[in-house]
């Protein structure tokens, strides 16, 4: 028999230490949670639901309701927290009220939320994420969603009827993008929009698009310095969606974030799907297990072994034009990264008078670095014009300099601005919470995102038909 317990219940030495380091009572609690948002986790399956709790808010209420059948997935996510509550510096003090049961999503549903009051943070399986998100929102909830929301064209017609659904009840329907708060994007994206450095963005061709924006992850990671365990449907592709629909969401956003910032787009007249090609990762047994602790292959699996090696479709490329500008995102999985390494990103704007590149390879250390690379850098006149339009931006990011190498320009970062993909969640979280309290988010970012589920599940379907 399935019933609701506490942290308390599920291990006695973690909620001991909860308590020794938060020191928080009883009348402590109701005292803190007037007027707070009501934070629920729902089946959290991915690490990303655990990263959003890094730090704490003072919005938020520190007693955190978890719904989620029984297993793993909810002893990892509890590991974590326990991390982070008994750190030495700045400790969360996060009190988790667990439910495990196979009726754990009714029991969310029809527990004692406050409407418009409530979040609920869904990170885990992508199929069943379409229902969860539909019936949250029918609930009367908030919903913080880990990408993809969708992944396939049937959710995505299904996500088009969430946000107007949402919008009609005024509960905020968000998804977490990190990137936007990664200072060489943001820098990017400011040199852009300086006519006299960058000039105006080219068109491209379907040959040599104008935008590309690359990334490389692995399936073997280590998280705030634990080894990462992913469940064994995070390689089934029907249930955690191929590479082409879920860290393309990313790249996607970036270039709509930098290239037409709060653009509200017209999917039949702005965008337009060129081609799209996906192919697998190979991965041995040996590798499976490292990273989901299973000693087998399960069945689910069986139709994408191949002489004894699970072949996932983690890697995909879709080229399409956005207003008329030719854009290529391609997105690759590996099973471990180099040592001294990680995940990998590049990404390149080139306009009429300079190109904006962003390299993490060996020769950055593999840390983002960005480069301007102007038409030609002999021009004094452009040259004066990026002292300029530097200056600007240096009174904002103080301590910032720039370093010219060969035919490039290096924008030289300080380490003290630098952030971890990791404490990025926090930053959107925060962004999440400043729209609940407004009581609605601009028109262009319910526009931003359903034009990149429209484009990513669009891509797939026509990766899938060959074409």
Not at 430 to 450: I, T
């Amino acid at each position: 028999m399935f019933k609701k317990h506490s942290l308390l219940i599920f291990s006695l030495w973690m909620i001991n230490s909860v308590l020794m380091e938060s020191h928080i009572d009883a009348q402590t609690i109701n005292d803190r949670s007037q007027n707070k948002f009501s934070l629920i986790v729902l089946a959290p399956a991915h690490f990303h639901a655990v990263l959003l709790q890094k730090v704490m808010y003072p919005q938020i209420d520190p007693v955190v309701h978890v719904y989620a059948p029984k297993g793993e997935g909810v002893n990892e996510y509890l590991k974590f927290i326990n991390q982070y509550n008994n750190r030495i510096n700045d400790p969360t003090h996060w009190i988790e009220d667990i439910y495990e049961g196979p009726d754990y999503l009714r029991k969310m549903l029809k527990g004692k939320s406050v409407p418009n009051k409530s979040i609920v943070i869904i990170a885990g399986n992508n199929r069943k994420k379409e229902e969860y998100i539909t019936k949250t929102i029918d609930a009367g909830m908030n919903v913080l969603a880990d990408k993809p929301m969708v992944i396939t064209t049937s959710g995505f017609k299904q996500l088009q009827n969430d946000f107007e659904i949402s919008q009609k009840r005024h509960l905020l329907l968000y998804d977490i993008m990190t990137e936007r708060y990664a200072l060489t994007n943001i820098l990017q994206k400011e040199f852009l929009h300086d006519p006299d450095i960058f000039g105006h963005l080219k068109k491209g061709t379907p040959e040599n698009p104008s935008v590309i924006f690359k990334s490389v992850h692995y399936f073997y990671k280590e998280v705030s310095g634990q080894p990462l365990i992913r469940p064994t449907w995070y390689f089934d592709v029907h249930q955690q969606g191929e590479g082409i629909v879920d860290v393309t969401t990313h790249l996607i956003d970036l270039i709509q974030w930098e290239c037409f910032p709060k653009t509200i787009f017209n999917l039949a007249k702005d965008v337009k799907i060129i081609s799209a090609r996906h192919w697998p990762t190979r991965l041995s047994l040996k590798q499976f297990s490292k990273v989901t602790g299973a000693d087998s292959f399960p069945p689910f699996l069986n139709e994408e072994i191949k002489n004894g090696d699970l072949y996932v479709f983690a890697n995909g490329e879709i080229r399409y034009t956005l207003k008329g500008i030719y854009t290529e995102v391609k997105e690759e999985w590996k099973y471990v990264a180099p040592k001294g390494s990680g995940d990998s990103f590049y990404s390149e704007i080139n306009g009429t008078k300079a190109s904006l590149i962003i390299y993490q390879d060996k020769a950055q250390n593999y840390i983002p670095t960005l480069y301007i690379k102007p038409v030609d850098i002999k021009d004094k006149k452009w040259e004066d014009f990026l002292i300029n339009g530097f200056n600007k931006i240096q009174k904002s990011y103080p301590g910032i300099t720039l370093d010219k190498q060969g035919d490039s320009i290096k924008v030289v970062i300080p380490k003290n601005y630098t952030t971890s993909g990791e404490d990025q969640f926090s930053s959107v979280v925060k962004k999440y919470l400043q729209y609940l309290e407004a009581g609605s988010m601009p028109a262009w970012e319910k526009s931003f995102m359903l034009t990149k589920y429209y484009i990513t599940t669009s891509a797939l379907k026509m990766a899938n038909s060959g074409k």
